[in-house]
T-cell receptor
Framework: TQLLEQSPQFLSIQEGENLTVYCNSS?????LQWYRQEPGEGPVLLVT?????EVKKLKRLTFQFGDARKDSSLHITAAQTGDTGLYLC????????????FGTGTRLTIIP | DAGVTQSPTHLIKTRGQQVTLRCSPK?????VSWYQQALGQGPQFIFQ???????QRGNFPDRFSGHQFPNYSSELNVNALLLGDSALYLC???????????FGQGTRLTVV
């Protein structure tokens, strides 16, 4: 069973601060996706990273895939209240069977 | 372009009853996956349908079954409901073997 562990589980910071959340596994993934989920809604895809060491930027969000494709990080610069939500990483296991394995999630709260 | 749509949005059932949840995939998508998300957890993979057949299955009992129709829409059926089946049920669609999944808003099932 491939597990993805996210840390921290909960994070509450002031608006304008920077933060990083982590997604770690002992397994290799062919790709890894980050989602944000609002209460009562389905997850919304933010980014997919495929290549080991890949860095992708989405405005104030920076995503990095680990060199060994076992871990990933999400860094948010100058957090805004609109960044509040549940951040989920999800891995596509090596072998292309398309079954996404989701992490435990990081619940982020940005305080005005 | 309609995204993934699920119905109903909320449902209350009594323990022991049966329930059917429905999902229409995003236009152009032919693969549907179902996930169960308990409160405060990441989504857990139930099963995936492609070409009207179950292609993969997660660690869920046989009480969970599904179906995919020729128009790619899908149903999730749960028999003999247990209190522990209370969760947000998410449907995700992809195009063929692609893994950039688009999620519906979910069906919130409460078993009493």
């Amino acid at each position: 069973t491939q597990l993805l562990e996210q840390s921290p589980q909960f994070l509450s910071i002031q608006e304008g601060e920077n933060l990083t959340v982590y997604c770690n596994s002992s397994s290799v993934f062919s790709s890894l996706q980050w989602y944000r989920q609002e209460p009562g809604e389905g997850p919304v895809l933010l980014v997919t990273v495929v290549t080991g060491g890949e860095v992708k930027k989405l405005k104030r969000l920076t995503f990095q895939f680990g060199d060994a494709r076992k871990d990933s990080s999400l860094h948010i610069t100058a957090a805004q209240t609109g960044d509040t939500g549940l951040y989920l990483c999800a891995g596509d296991p090596l072998g292309g069977n398309e079954k996404l394995t989701f992490g435990t999630g990081t619940r982020l709260t940005i305080i005005p | 372009d309609a995204g993934v749509t699920q119905s109903p949005t909320h449902l209350i059932k009594t323990r022991g009853q049966q329930v059917t949840l429905r999902c229409s995939p995003k236009s152009g998508h032919d693969t549907v996956s179902w996930y169960q998300q308990a409160l405060g957890q990441g989504p857990q993979f139930i099963f995936q349908y492609y070409e009207e057949e179950e292609r993969q299955r997660g660690n869920f009992p046989d009480r969970f079954s599904g179906h995919q129709f020729p128009n790619y829409s899908s149903e999730l059926n749960v028999n003999a409901l247990l209190l522990g089946d209370s969760a947000l049920y998410l449907c995700a669609s992809t195009r063929g073997w692609g893994t950039e999944a688009f999620f519906g808003q979910g069906t919130r099932l409460t078993v009493v």
